[in-house]
Nanobody, 127 residues
Framework: QVQLVESGGGLVQAGGSLRLSCAAS????????MGWFRQAPGKEREFVAAISWSGSTTKYADSVKGRVTISRDNRKNTVFLQLNSLKPEDTAVYYC????????????????????WGQGTQVTVSS
């Protein structure tokens, strides 16, 4: 069982930055691949970034590539999402998720591949 709690969201002007954190409970965090998704009002939840449980591989959505960095600290049971050069279209609730299984280099990009979800943190980018 893994419980996830996101933090770090807020209101920022276009071009600004935010660093989201996702704290996980459970001693097996280091064996879960992690991902970030987002959901804007009236839209479906979409993939943003993912990282393997070892941290050796990452994957980004085309819409955020070059502006976003996912990382993790397995000693602190935390995964991070650094958001730079934010745009109004990045406004959404951001969710972290954990996926069990896979190899040390596996990452996952589909919602149904994830076993646990956080409650989300709001990111609002003003123009």
């Amino acid at each position: 069982q893994v419980q996830l709690v996101e933090s770090g969201g807020g209101l920022v002007q276009a071009g600004g930055s935010l660093r989201l954190s996702c704290a996980a409970s459970g001693r097996t965090f280091s064996r879960y691949a992690m991902g970030w998704f987002r959901q804007a009002p009236g839209k479906e939840r979409e993939f943003v970034a993912a990282i393997s449980w070892s941290g050796s591989t990452t994957k980004y959505a085309d819409s955020v590539k070059g502006r976003v960095t996912i990382s993790r600290d397995n000693r602190k049971n935390t995964v991070f999402l650094q958001l730079n050069s934010l745009k109004p279209e990045d406004t959404a609730v951001y969710y972290c998720a954990a996926a069990g299984g896979g190899s040390s280099w596996s990452y996952f990009t589909k919602l149904h591949e994830y076993d646990y979800w956080g409650q989300g943190t709001q990111v609002t980018v003003s123009s």
